[in-house]
């Protein structure tokens, strides 16, 4: 049983670019959260998804973030027209439920806006 | 002032040493999360509590809710144990998922 997936590891994208962030859950688990880990900062809260429905969207910033967990494929968070400030680690973690229950992380993605 | 605070910032020890890293936190919780991440690397879920203790090798998590605080002990640490070591809470019947982190705490174990 493979671990949360993300895709691509590291992603280097010009400023006014488009960065897609991927991230296959572990099999079997339903629900999906994407975090932002800001350089010398702390992990932040950004979406929480289940198949095909948005939960919790309160930690994405308003502009240029969207994200969706469609029914096939993994989960995407998308950030459009990337300035640097959106240069960060992006983890993704799934879970089976929803409350209570050991959330498991991917290596997450590396996003550098140049 | 965070909703989740951990201490120390960073911690340097010897190999051997016995670890304590502090999570104090001020708002009604569902579960408290211990989570590990190396440089560059990904993050790893150490434990998971809402009450008690718990026990995996040579790491060990306690709780006490009417304090808001927890505790993750590392007995007869080892350099592979140089980390970052992240604090994270759950909220009540209606958790979404959505952890609060705290600012994580830097261990350094020298040989």
């Known amino acids: 049983n493979a671990g949360v997936m993300q895709n691509p590891r590291h992603l280097v994208r010009r400023r006014g670019q488009e960065a897609r962030l991927r991230c296959s859950p572990m099999k079997g688990h339903s629900h999906v959260y994407w975090y932002r880990q800001l350089p010398e900062e702390g992990l932040k809260f950004m979406v929480y998804?289940?198949?095909?429905?948005?939960?919790?969207e309160s930690g994405m910033p308003k502009e240029r973030f969207s994200a969706e967990f469609p029914k096939e494929g993994p989960s995407i968070l998308r950030i459009q027209q990337v300035v640097r400030g959106d240069s960060a680690a992006y983890f993704c973690a799934s879970s089976p439920l929803q409350a209570n229950t050991e959330a498991f992380f991917g290596q997450g993605t590396r996003l550098t806006v140049v | 002032k965070n909703e989740v605070e951990q201490s120390p910032q960073n911690l340097t020890a010897q190999e051997g040493e016995f670890i304590t890293i502090n999570c104090s936190y001020s708002?009604?919780?569902?579960?408290l999360h211990w989570l590990q991440q190396h440089p560059g690397g990904g993050i790893v879920s150490l434990f998971m509590l809402s009450s008690g203790k718990k026990k995996h090798g040579r790491l060990i998590a306690t709780i006490n809710i009417q304090e808001k605080h927890s505790s993750l002990h590392i007995t007869a640490s080892h350099p592979r144990d140089s980390a970052v070591y992240i604090c994270?809470?759950?909220?009540?019947?209606?958790?979404?998922?959505?952890?609060?982190f705290g600012q994580g705490t830097t261990l350094q174990v020298k040989p």
């Open positions: 994270a809470v759950g909220f009540g019947s209606s958790n979404t998922g959505k952890l609060i």
């Open positions: 708002v009604g919780i569902s579960a």
């Open positions: 998804l289940q198949k095909e429905n948005i939960i919790d």
